[in-house]
């Protein structure tokens, strides 16, 4: 198997295709961000809303995603839709 490399391009837009779709599952459910946020152990809206849009090198980690999906009561990997469009020519 050969060594994969990704940009840091590529990761950003990986981060940023997930934050996109926790933030429209979130509306989707009609759930705010501070009610996200408190639910998933956090006292204000900042890291929700910074890794939503991927601003200032925020992301939702595995644990977050976790306790965000059991709390939307959707599955972990909704949160990935989308990473095919992302595939690069990298070999897996």
């Given at each position: 198997?050969?060594?994969?490399?990704?940009?840091?391009?590529?990761?950003?837009?990986?981060?940023?295709?997930?934050?996109?779709?926790?933030?429209?599952?979130?509306?989707?459910?009609?759930?705010?961000?501070l009610?996200?946020?408190?639910?998933?152990?956090?006292?204000?809206v900042?890291?929700?809303?910074?890794a939503?849009?991927?601003?200032?090198?925020?992301?939702?980690?595995?644990?977050?995603?976790?306790?965000?999906?059991?709390?939307?009561?959707?599955?972990?990997?909704?949160?990935?839709?989308?990473?095919?469009?992302?595939?690069?020519?990298?070999?897996?």
């Amino acid at each position: 198997m050969n060594n994969l490399e990704l940009s840091k391009q590529d990761l950003a837009a990986f981060h940023k295709m997930i934050g996109q779709n926790v933030k429209r599952i979130r509306n989707e459910k009609g759930v705010s961000q501070l009610h996200l946020a408190n639910i998933i152990g956090h006292d204000s809206v900042a890291h929700i809303a910074k890794a939503e849009l991927n601003k200032y090198g925020k992301r939702f980690n595995l644990e977050h995603l976790y306790k965000i999906s059991l709390a939307l009561d959707v599955s972990i990997k909704d949160f990935f839709d989308g990473e095919n469009e992302l595939k690069t020519d990298n070999p897996s």
